[in-house]
């Protein structure tokens, strides 16, 4: 009769020995050579069916892929990568930390037009911030194809960056040179329409509120900052107006609701006080009307308020918000519809730089109404 381990015994110990204790089983995992076995099949199409299916015949492909299936085969998408030289996925370079970005709607609509391309094409989505306060260290590390690049200048290190690893991308919202495809909007034009409003309604004392320029020079603009000052310049200017006329105010703030609330609390203290306020952006604007309101100040007989995106929820504001129209959604698609492009052609297509129309629509923040006493 076999005879059975005492109890608290360690199977596999020896009498006068430290017990040698048996490593938890773990299942073997499953390899490509594995798959091509049940299926009947080389392990070069089984690698094929997951990385070129186009080699292969339907049937084939589907075969396989039901057997990987069937035994929990799930590949390595680094060595896949590695295989193919391809990840399947679209950077978007953004200069502000997730949360920062993802507070912003206006992120959240252009991430929503290059997100539809991507699940059109098969691709997925991936956000490449700072990286431990580096653009450029995230730019060498990102696995991506290729990249949209927002906020950022021709000539920042995270631009030369991606020349340098000859990684294929797109620029939003920036004067590109001509070998670089972008994406822009017209917005000289949406800004000149603004600031041309809010003086045909008799103001002023205006107030421009401008996001971080990074140097607190206006002369030192460049991309989207410089193009809305020059739309804004030559609006004042037929009015007779300039940037140093006593009734013209210039505030840089964070872009986000509380740097608009901020810029109010500022304004507040300027005497003449500011009867219209032109924001860079709506997430300002949005802030500057809480904050007025906040106050007591009434918007828009006290303060105008206009923006600058018109992003889906300025229409829901009270007062809803007097803004400049810019396709974001349609921003986003078309910059990652470029890339596609890029991806897809044989050779290097040509560069395109792509300038959408914006338009002003006139809501209840920049119209003065009577109040019934």
Not at 72 to 96: C, D
């Amino acid at each position: 009769m076999a005879r059975h381990p005492a109890s608290g015994s360690v199977e596999g110990s020896t009498p006068g020995t430290a017990p040698r204790r048996r490593k938890a089983s773990s299942a073997r995992k499953v390899t490509i050579a594995d798959i091509a076995r049940q299926a009947g099949v080389s392990k070069t199409a089984v690698s094929f069916a997951f990385n070129m299916p186009g080699r292969l015949s339907e049937e084939t492909t589907r075969h396989i892929l039901e057997i990987a299936r069937r035994m929990g085969y799930t590949p390595n998408p680094i060595a896949r990568s590695l295989n193919t030289r391809l990840t399947h996925a679209l950077g978007v370079i953004v200069p502000q930390d997730i949360p920062t970005v993802l507070s912003n709607p206006f992120f959240a609509e252009l991430l929503s037009g290059i997100g539809e391309v991507c699940n059109e094409a098969g691709m997925s989505l991936l956000l490449v911030p700072p990286m431990r306060g580096s653009l450029v260290e995230a730019t060498y590390t990102a696995l991506v194809d290729g990249c949209i690049v927002t906020g950022l200048e021709p000539d920042d290190k995270a631009v030369r960056a991606l020349r340098l690893r000859q990684i294929p991308f797109v620029m939003i919202d920036v004067d590109a040179p001509e070998d670089i495809s972008s994406v822009s909007v017209d917005d000289t034009g949406g800004a000149y329409s603004a600031m041309r409003h809010v003086l045909e309604q008799g103001h002023r004392r205006v107030a421009i509120v401008s996001f971080s320029s990074f140097t607190g020079r206006i002369e030192d603009y460049t991309g989207t900052l410089k193009r809305r000052f020059a739309g804004y310049l030559r609006a004042l200017a037929e009015f007779g107006l300039s940037l140093d006329s006593p009734g013209v105010t210039v505030l840089e703030s964070p872009c986000n609701i509380r740097g608009g609330a901020e810029a109010l609390e500022r304004l507040l203290h300027h005497r003449p006080r500011p009867t219209a306020v032109v924001a860079l952006s709506d997430v300002l604007a949005f802030g500057i009307v809480d904050a007025a309101l906040s106050h007591g100040l009434r918007v828009p007989d006290e303060i105008a308020v206009v923006g600058f995106d018109d992003l889906e929820i300025s229409r829901l504001l009270r007062p809803a918000l007097t803004t400049v129209r810019q396709p974001t959604r349609e921003k986003g698609r078309r910059a990652a519809e470029l890339f596609v492009e890029m991806m897809n052609a044989e050779a290097p297509p040509p560069a395109r730089h792509i300038v959408l129309p914006v338009s002003l629509v006139v809501r209840e923040s920049s119209v003065r109404v009577l109040h019934r006493a």
